[in-house]
């Protein structure tokens, strides 16, 4: 009985700094050959292992224990089922030729057993009684959102990055004089955009979002904060997003306020608008490319060409393997050869998880992130969630940090995680 209550305590503090650290980007960098491109150093493609690694790691044994648990007590019901079976053994094979068919086939594996990673956390979601889950989840994440929004609102003010303690949090060291920094001009003086601890402003932005609409729907059903602390979060987090200054996240919150009016007048109509745009978003994704190929670029500033001809290229990157793709985290180095792309500003993923998705892992991880949207949103389309999802997918056609940041992904895979909770055919006795 002590045992299970010390194991008990030890699951609780590792979710809880999990989800506090979810902002981190505290990494060991390698650098074998595979990570450099034209003899440039490429941060994509270098293996990496995160301070958050080392707590999912830690955090493994008790998703085991639970999973071994309930197979034993025939509490699970879902995984008899043939059609799961047939999905898994589907999956895996989709997995080989994915690997076998990369440009490099390390920079898959790596890549593949990261979204193992991800799964892990979206499966201990939705396994753990809700009662465990939302209390602990919903402390850490305001913490987390709170403490890492005056941080960023602190770079800003001081004009460059804070340092000291933070630097073991992975803030990086710049200032507003530094090459290649984001930055704003107000008044004519520039001014850093709040980075955080996140490695852009942009991805600090969509985490903000997504952080504050999962506290809501959690505080929702718990009632744990009152109205001073949900102003004081509500306050900070918005501040700290205005001054990330992101134009994608800003584009998103907008459509994500309409949506939301909606919802509120008539839930049919809401998720038939969710589902439409949903299709929409990916047809445009590839008519873009498509019909501005021929666009007078040199109009255009150095952002929005480079983007621009990243779409260009992960349709060519497409044809090469059109139905498995060239291999996940691939899509940088095949890129740089078909169009000799030797800039910086080039050797980066296409910023748009549609492209990247189907460039990376052809028309079948295409259609596989379709339903996985497309069954999120049938599932929260009465709930504050599917705010959210729409929100990943208006920023994710703008931007791919949705699916590249480790920061982003941790918080993507708790979000699907509780978006699948309450459906999920698990019977547990509460």
């Not at 045992?3 to 506090?20: A, G, H, N």
């Not at 959210?388 to 708790?414: A, C, K, P, R």
Request: include cysteine; charged fraction near 15%; proline fraction near 3%.
């Amino acid at each position: 009985m002590v045992w299970k209550k010390y194991c008990s305590r030890v699951e609780k503090t590792l979710v809880y700094l999990l989800i506090l650290l979810f902002p981190t980007q505290l990494a060991y960098h390698f650098w074998p050959p595979f990570s450099f491109v034209n003899g440039l150093r490429v941060d994509y493609l270098s293996p990496a292992v995160y301070l958050t690694d080392i707590l999912i790691v830690m955090l493994t044994p008790f998703i085991v224990f639970q999973i071994g648990n309930l197979v034993k007590t025939k509490k699970v019901s879902f995984l008899k089922k043939r059609k799961v079976i047939i999905i898994v053994c589907a999956l895996f094979v989709f997995v080989l030729a994915n690997v076998y068919l990369s440009s490099e086939p390390t920079q898959s594996v790596l890549k593949w057993l990261a979204l193992g990673k991800f799964s892990i956390l979206l499966l201990y979601i939705l396994l753990k009684k809700q009662s465990e889950i939302i209390k602990p989840l919903q402390v850490a994440l305001y913490v987390s959102v709170l403490a890492f929004s005056l941080i960023g609102i602190w770079q800003f003010i001081i004009n460059r990055t804070v340092g000291g303690a933070l630097y073991y949090l992975g803030e990086r060291s710049f200032s507003v004089s530094t090459p290649g920094i984001a930055l704003i001009t107000l008044g004519g003086k520039s001014f850093i955009r709040a980075y955080s601890t996140f490695s852009h402003p942009n991805s600090m932005a969509g985490f903000l979002v997504v952080g504050l609409v999962l506290f809501f729907h959690l505080n929702k059903i718990s009632k744990l904060f009152k109205t001073k602390g949900i102003v004081v979060l509500l306050c900070t987090g918005a501040l700290a997003f205005v001054l990330t200054f992101s134009l994608s996240a800003c584009i998103g919150l907008a459509l994500l306020l309409i949506f939301f009016v909606v919802q509120k007048k008539s839930t049919l109509l809401y998720r038939r608008l969710l589902l439409l745009f949903l299709i929409s978003l990916i047809v445009l994704s590839f008519l873009i490319p498509v019909y501005l190929k021929d666009y007078k670029r040199q109009e255009l500033s150095e952002r929005v060409s480079s983007r621009l001809e990243l779409a260009d290229v992960s349709l060519v990157v497409l044809s090469k393997n059109p139905f498995v793709g060239v291999g996940l985290n691939n899509f940088i180095r095949v890129a740089s050869q078909v169009r000799h792309l030797n800039k910086a500003s080039y050797l980066q993923p296409v910023h748009n998880i549609f492209l990247l998705a189907s460039s990376e892992s052809g028309i079948i991880g295409l259609l596989f992130v379709y339903f996985l949207f497309l069954s999120a949103i049938n599932k929260s389309s009465k709930n504050y969630l599917s705010l959210g999802l729409l929100f990943i997918l208006i920023t994710g056609f703008f931007d791919h940090y949705w699916f590249t940041l480790q920061q982003n992904l941790l918080l993507l895979s708790f979000y699907l995680g509780m978006v699948f909770k309450d459906s999920v055919s698990v019977k547990l006795r509460e």
